[in-house]
C-alpha cells in the first residue's frame, strides 16, 4: 500500500495504516527526530517499532539470527500464538460452516490467533472470537505475507 508521501506501514498494536516519519517523531519525543531517526511511532496508539529499513540494530539482528522459515500450518490449531494467516477453506458439518461464515470466517479472511490456551481466540478485523479445538481444526489455513 502507498500513501501520499511514500509506502504506508501498518501499526501490529492497532492495525492502522500510516505513512511514517513527518511530525509523528516530534510528537512522541523522539530525540532523533531531525532526520535520522530509525523508529516508527503509530500515529493513534503511539507504538513505536524500528524502521527495519534504517536501523542499524535491526540489521544486526538478522545478520547474527539468520531468516527463519515462514510458518507453515494447515490448520488454525497448529497456528503460533501471534501468527497471522489466511483462511483457505472451511471443512465440516454444514451446521458448523454456516456458523462461521455468520462469525466473518471464510476463505480469503485473515485471522490472527491471539491465544491457543484455554481456548483459541482470534481476531477478524476489529472482531475477537473465540472457538474451542474442533471448529480450530476446521478453519484450514495458508499463510499470510509478512507483519
Same mark, same amino acid.
Given at each position: 500500500? /502507498? #500513501?501520499?508521501?511514500?509506502? *504506508?506501514?501498518?501499526? !501490529? ?8 516519519? #513527518?511530525?509523528?517523531?516530534? =510528537?512522541?519525543?523522539?530525540? *532523533?527526530?531531525? #532526520? /535520522? %531517526? ?6 493513534? %496508539?503511539? $507504538? /513505536?517499532? !524500528?524502521? =527495519? =529499513? ?6 544486526? @539482528? ?7 522459515? !515462514?510458518?507453515? @500450518?494447515? &490448520? ?15 471443512? #465440516?458439518?454444514?451446521?458448523?460452516? &454456516? ?17 491457543? &490456551? !484455554?481456548? $483459541? ?5 476489529? /472482531?475477537?472470537?473465540?472457538? =474451542? ?15
Amino acid at each position: 500500500m /502507498t #500513501g501520499p508521501t511514500g509506502p *504506508l506501514v501498518n501499526c !501490529p498494536l492497532c492495525g492502522l495504516d500510516y505513512a511514517p516519519g #513527518g511530525d509523528t517523531c516530534k =510528537e512522541h519525543g523522539c530525540p *532523533l527526530s531531525f #532526520g /535520522t %531517526c530509525a523508529t516508527r511511532h503509530c500515529p493513534r %496508539c503511539g $507504538y /513505536t517499532i !524500528p524502521d =527495519e =529499513e534504517r536501523s542499524v540494530a535491526v540489521r544486526l @539482528a538478522r545478520k547474527l539470527l539468520g531468516r527463519r522459515e !515462514p510458518l507453515i @500450518a494447515e &490448520s488454525l490449531a497448529q497456528l503460533p500464538a501471534g501468527a497471522r494467516a489466511v483462511v483457505s477453506r472451511l471443512q #465440516g458439518d454444514p451446521e458448523l460452516l &454456516s456458523r462461521l461464515t455468520a462469525q466473518g470466517i471464510a476463505p480469503g479472511v485473515t485471522v490472527h490467533l491471539v491465544q491457543r &490456551s !484455554p481456548t $483459541y481466540v482470534i481476531e477478524i478485523g476489529e /472482531t475477537t472470537i473465540a472457538v =474451542e479445538r474442533r471448529v480450530a481444526e476446521a478453519i484450514r489455513l495458508r499463510p499470510d505475507g509478512p507483519r
